[in-house]
């Protein structure tokens, strides 16, 4: 049985898609609920927008969803400022908004087998953009950047988990 958003004050999820099922590499299929023009249609009402990895060569090969997609979503934040929108990548998807320009002078990592690909790209987006660069995090397991507050330099932000940051195994079974 479905929770309710409205009883658990949690987020109301909507998946889009340009198939009505997608397959995942790890063999899970995952439903969608509206294509990408609707989705375009409905953008403002969305708070998050998450990107998944996958398929990025073709996408990017493409230029296909959901690339406009993430353009529209981060004007509308740049439109209106005053509400909040957040913009998450998963794994590889950080390397579609490496080829919007969306990571111009933000810190950012994807997939270690993906570095090389992510590096060009965030250099294309800003000779292209003539914008800042993209600091590649290369050994981060996530980075998280907030533009409304300042978070110090590298080594102080919390926000960036390196692999080296991880606890050692315990010894007591």
Not at 17 to 31: D, R
Not at 96 to 115: N, R
Request: aromatic share 4%.
């Amino acid at each position: 049985m479905p929770i309710s958003s409205a009883a658990t004050k949690a987020f109301d999820i909507t998946l889009a898609s340009g198939e009505p099922e997608v397959l995942s590499g790890q063999g899970v299929i995952v439903k969608s609920q509206i294509s990408w023009k609707e989705a375009h249609s409905r953008l403002s009402d969305f708070d998050v927008l998450v990107v998944l990895g996958g398929n990025i060569d073709e996408i990017l090969k493409e230029k296909a969803e959901p690339l406009s997609l993430i353009s529209a979503f981060s004007e509308l934040q740049k439109a209106d400022p005053s509400r909040e929108r957040t913009l998450l990548s998963i794994c590889t998807g950080s390397l579609l908004l490496a080829q919007q320009g969306i990571l111009a002078g933000l810190s950012a990592t994807t997939h270690p087998d993906h570095l090389t690909k992510f590096e060009n790209l965030c250099s294309q987006a800003a000779t292209r953009e003539l914008s800042e660069r993209t600091d590649v995090i290369e050994d981060a397991r996530y980075v998280v950047n907030n533009l409304r507050f300042d978070l110090g330099d590298e080594d102080e932000n919390p926000y960036i988990r390196r692999k080296s940051d991880a606890r050692r195994p315990s010894n007591a079974r």
